[in-house]
């Protein structure tokens, strides 16, 4: 089975830039999507496709895919951005999560 | 504006048939979306369950493929998930989302951008 592979935690200081990764065999090859998923809340869509992001995202959120590794960088983090992160592909028409990453900004 | 409600019972016997329904507003379940299922157990991760087109063509996490079973009614704009013979590793908060793209794109172009808020469901004699 494919599996995503994420460090467990990621702390920042605020205003600096956190970055998140996200690993898979041949990752690259497909689109990686990232969530954040604040306590008690419901996932919310942060980047598509890669790096796209949705409306209403702010800029600080970017995205890349290469080789084996997504990456998820905030830039500028805000205390506001605290939360899980969770990056999810396709594999063969299966929905792939990662483990997903509690970042902290402290 | 709710546009994905997730409805069902919150209590589940052990062995017994989980049902949840997730009704769409706003929106056509006949447009070009995929709609999916997703859960979380308490302090966990996600696990997508399955998805399913409104053609009927249905997508299944292979761990869970024997026990699950996914589908549409247009008629209510609603689609649905069975788990069957659960257990009390099936306890967990059970998400209905939407699988956006560009009109065409096949699941795995997809990504999701519109979640319910969640159910919890337990598992418990």
């Known amino acids: 089975s494919y599996d995503l592979t994420q460090p467990p935690s990621v702390s920042v200081s605020p205003g600096q830039t956190a970055t998140i990764t996200c690993s898979g065999h041949?990752?690259?090859?497909?689109?990686a999507c990232w969530y954040q998923q604040k306590p008690g809340q419901s996932p919310v869509l942060v980047i598509y496709q890669d790096t796209k992001r949705p409306s209403g995202i702010p800029e600080r959120f970017s995205g890349s895919n290469s080789g084996n590794t997504a990456t998820l960088t905030i830039s500028g983090t805000q205390a506001m951005d605290e939360a899980d992160y969770y990056c999810q592909a396709w594999d063969n028409s299966t929905g792939i999560f990662g483990g997903g990453t509690k970042l902290t900004v402290l | 504006q709710v546009q994905l409600q997730e409805s069902g019972p919150g209590l589940v016997k052990p062995s017994e048939t989980l049902s949840l329904i997730c009704t769409v507003s706003v929106y056509s379940i006949r447009s070009d979306y995929y709609w999916g299922w997703i859960r979380q157990p308490p302090g966990k991760g996600l696990e997508w369950i399955a998805s399913?087109?409104?053609?009927?063509?249905?997508y299944y996490n292979p761990s869970l493929k024997s026990r699950v079973t996914v589908s549409v009614d247009t008629s209510k704009n609603q689609f649905s998930l069975k788990l069957s013979s659960v257990t009390a590793a099936d306890t967990a908060v059970y998400y209905c989302?939407?699988?956006?793209?560009?009109?065409?794109?096949?699941?795995?172009?997809?990504?999701?951008?519109?979640w319910g808020r969640g159910t919890l469901v337990t598992v418990s004699s």
């Open positions: 989302a939407r699988s956006n793209g560009v009109y065409g794109d096949q699941i795995s172009d997809r990504y999701f951008d519109l």
């Open positions: 399913v087109y409104h053609s009927g063509s249905t």
């Open positions: 041949k990752l690259g090859d497909k689109y």
